[in-house]
């Protein structure tokens, strides 16, 4: 199924650690649970993407078809399988968000990024992922999300504050 | 049984059903027809094209028939207003998307997303959007895509994963952008990937092959019988206008269920290969000329006169009819001659026994203990590797004693790669240690006992010898030995031989008589003559001298469908008969079944039944017992003759023959084991097909 060499040793000691233990906590047999964690622990290591490879190093750690790995790679939409930026920006422009101003949030990063929403910055540092639907944070609007942590009732200061923090 | 029956009422008629069963298979069971694309009875349930919704009472929406198990009292209604709104709005969501080019869809005529379309659909969309369009995928050259008819009902992958083992595809992506695939662009490589060209409901996998050929209402469905291996698949051939175009599987679940192997399914590409032979030809010289059938009949029988009392050798295809090897065997001892034989693969010749699976096929898949020794089993018979896929992964211990390691694609329990020298020492270890020899003493190690006690341990166990066995230099020995082990753990023996009539074969006379000559001997050294019925000498046997040995006769007779560079080189004249889906016949299975089928196909060119051409023969010669008129007849005498024959059993023990440390056995490629494979052009470009034919082996 997968290539003659192994691909294990790509994934970190610290990866290969905290997927045992999500492994761990399912039946034995039932290591196909632990795909979502360990996919989050590798694109972690790699900051912020995943690679074929790495995908591939999943599989075979988890004695996986490469396939499955992929499916839930694909799938969830906190997982990237293309290079991009190590800090995941995505701007909420559902329904209350664009009703306080979620459309020149958009605008005010793009433009102190110069970057299109889809686009990472040539340093590597922002991945402007996607305009985001609701993230159930309503009373906070507008709002956006930055590598799985809430930013809410955002101004241009606000905004310049948490992206300029990222390194 | 009685606390696990639920009374339930389907469109308001009362019906009985098993506790937790689906209600779709209930429906199914009593003729209520629910629209279903995911669901298919041979594979697990994923309930996610939700066709199937049906009204439940008391449940405040519709609810998935294929997955929702009955409870006592449900009351459920699969044509109110609500179910079939419920369905419609499903259709109308699958057509969203879903290509409107049916007129170029070789699936038109035969589509279910057609047939549900027709019945549930609207005749117009309310979506003007865009449909969206998914790159084709190449997965090989059987099965061709056009994924952007896919309707992601998964089928295609389930069968991948559960049936076939090889979990290569899969879905990526999510909601529109969902699309089935291989992680990396691969072909599928599996003796049974066509059956999910069966299983897709819609056009999105087909046949390659058939790609563009035919349309399904322009052809007649003709029950066929495989005539690659000895499971007795059933198959369906699709004719038109004389012709075969196709074939699928006919649903049998005593046999096949509902699948067929690869080369079942597209070998008859190999019916209509370029190197048919059209008419009788005789040689002259080292040329050949066409004649007619008379004169070409009364050259044979001249030539057989000519031949001395036993100078002449028959051989014959073990994948020929009951009928043609009835006719051929009468003729051989017709003629004075005893030289008869099938068994073209073999080169020890123990005391003929009918070989035998030793139980039902269906009953493989509860076997919970099983040793097969020299076997390549998804190579030899796909279907029932599969039915030991199905034990194994329910927990049966499956193990092998094989000359090389093949892969399995399911749980084994011990796999022993053994010489064949190293083979028959293991069997007499095994023998040792099921008459209690204990670990240390006699060679026994933990993992023979551990072999043994799995037989011992459970009821139901069985001990194959496939095909490598049968190649084995002391075939004899290993027989013997599997025999006794058989014996003393409780196992049934079988015996898996080559072909799709072996069994038939023995039964027909077609094994030479005591002293007279077997398939090794008569390929060893040139008699007279030969009758050759379906046999390319040397691409149909491991003997390396084989074409030579034939070629040295004074006078061979061909009856082919094929007029092969290595025919043209050995025979003296060359009789045209029909391939498998062109001659009524009977073939006898691995389990013992006689199942017979018609003529599917108009012979191509002159040829004609191999049956007729014998019976005709057998008249030229003056001999007795050629006046049938039907292929019925012949069928009569033979089953006659069967059922008089004492059963046979395979003998025990007899001692072990003394083979050379460094004697091997040659494992024929999966699309090299007989005429038709071989001629198949899709078959040989697959990965399998690929692989070179053996040394002595030349394909035509
Ligand atoms: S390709 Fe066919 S079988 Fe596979 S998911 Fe799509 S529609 Fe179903
Ligand atoms: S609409 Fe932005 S969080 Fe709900
Ligand atoms: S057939 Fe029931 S959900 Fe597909």
Redesign the interface.
Known sequence: MTGSTSKIGLLTEHTRHEIDSWVARFPEGRQRSAVLSALRFTQEQNQGFLTPDLMEAVAEYLKLPAIQVFEVASFYSMFETHPCGRHHVSVCTNISCMLNGSDEVVAYVEKKLGIKTGESTPDGRIFLKREEECLASCTGAPMMMVDHHFHEHLTPEKIDGVLDALK | MSEDAVNITVDGVPMKARKGEMIIRVTDANDVYVPRFCYHEKLPVAANCRMCLVEVEKAPKPLPACATPVMEGMVIRTKSAKAIAAQRSVMEFLLINHPLDCPICDQGGECELQDLAVGYGRDISRYHERKRVVKDKNLGPLVSTDMTRCIHCTRCVRFGQDVAGI????????GEHNEIG???EASVNHELSGNIIDLCPVGALNSKPFRYRARSWEMTQQPLVSPHDGLGTNLYGHVRRGRLMRVVPRRNDAINETWISDRDRFSYEGVYSADRLQAPMLRDGDSWKSVDWQTALEAVAQGLQQAPKGGTGFLASASSTVEELTLLSRLARGIGSGNIDHRLRQTDFPAAVTPSLGMAVADVDALQALLVIGANLRHEIPLLASRVRKAAVRGAKVSFLNPERFEYLFPVAQYWVASPAQQLAALQVLVAAARGAAVGSEGVTAEHLQLVDSLKSNERKAIWLGALAQRHPAFGSLRGLAAELAALTGATLGVLAEGANAAGAHLAGAVPDAGALNAGQMLTTSLHSYVLLGVEPQADSLVASAAAAVAGARFVVALTPYASDELKAVATIMLPIGSFAETSGTYVSLEGRWQSFAGAAQPVGESRPAWKVLRVLGNLLGLQGFAQSASEEVLAEARALADGAAPQAVPQGGGVAAIAADAVVTDVPLYQIDALVRRAPALQATRDGMQAPQGAQGAA
């Open positions: 979990p290569e595809l899969g879905t990526t992506g999510r291989t992680y990396i």
